[in-house]
T-cell receptor, first 115, second 115 residues
Framework: AQSVTQLGSHVSVSEGALVLLRCNYS??????LFWYVQYPNQGLQLLLK??????LVKGINGFEAEFKKSETSFHLTKPSAHMSDAAEYFC?????????????FGTGTKLQVIP | DAGVIQSPRHEVTEMGQEVTLRCKPI?????LFWYRQTMMRGLELLIY????????DSGMPEDRFSAKMPNASFSTLKIQPSEPRDSAVYFC?????????????FGSGTRLTVV
């Protein structure tokens, strides 16, 4: 069975500072990994995903994440936080089983950006 | 495409009443998912369908919950009778198929309050 752990349910950064949101996964087979973002009163939307190939993945709004197999991590980063980045971020792992994928979401990290 | 459409956006009902939540997936998407989001439990997968057939309903909390997908463009989640602990935001999501790595598109959710 796969699982996802997001370290820190709340993270605060100053505007312009580095954003680092941590995600560690557990999977017995090579996983596909995702980051989704949820703005207030909205559904989740895809930020980026890792399937195979290049381990550094670039997403929308300047975010990127690096797949590190040795550390079983998929941390999300952005060099400079903007006020509009305030949202909740979910890491997710997808593993195929019997022809179907099973996606497991983390518990989410709320990002606060301080002016 | 208008995305995944959920209705109503907000629902307030009295304990014991029947509640029906509705979802229209993205045209051409073959898989549909119902999630529940609360502060305490985070994002929980309730049930998912592939080609209108329920694949896994192990996340449905009780027999009071039921879901149907009569055709490729419509699904309902029904709670009968409703209880205050059912208060949550319910999300519907769709994806092209259940293949590993497929991206989920979420609706804006239905905020349910049972008083």
């Amino acid at each position: 069975a796969q699982s996802v752990t997001q370290l820190g349910s709340h993270v605060s950064v100053s505007e312009g500072a580095l954003v680092l949101l941590r995600c560690n996964y557990s999977s017995s087979v090579p996983p596909y990994l995702f980051w989704y973002v949820q703005y207030p009163n909205q559904g989740l939307q895809l930020l980026l995903k890792y399937t195979t190939g290049a381990t550094l993945v670039k997403g929308i709004n300047g975010f990127e994440a690096e797949f590190k197999k040795s550390e079983t991590s998929f941390h999300l980063t952005k060099p400079s936080a903007h006020m509009s980045d305030a949202a909740e971020y979910f890491c997710a792992v997808s593993v195929g089983s019997g022809g179907y994928q099973k996606v497991t979401f983390g518990t989410g990290t709320k990002l606060q950006v301080i002016p | 495409d208008a995305g995944v459409i959920q209705s109503p956006r907000h629902e307030v009902t009295e304990m014991g009443q029947e509640v029906t939540l509705r979802c229209k997936p993205i045209s051409g998407h073959n898989s549909l998912f119902w999630y529940r989001q609360t502060m305490m439990r985070g994002l929980e997968l309730l049930i998912y369908f592939n080609n209108n057939v329920p694949i896994d309903d192990s996340g449905m909390p009780e027999d009071r919950f039921s879901a149907k997908m009569p055709n490729a463009s419509f699904s309902t989640l029904k709670i009968q009778p409703s209880e205050p602990r059912d208060s949550a935001v319910y999300f519907c999501a769709s994806s092209p198929r259940l293949g590993t790595g497929d991206v989920y598109t979420f609706g804006s959710g239905t905020r349910l309050t049972v008083v």
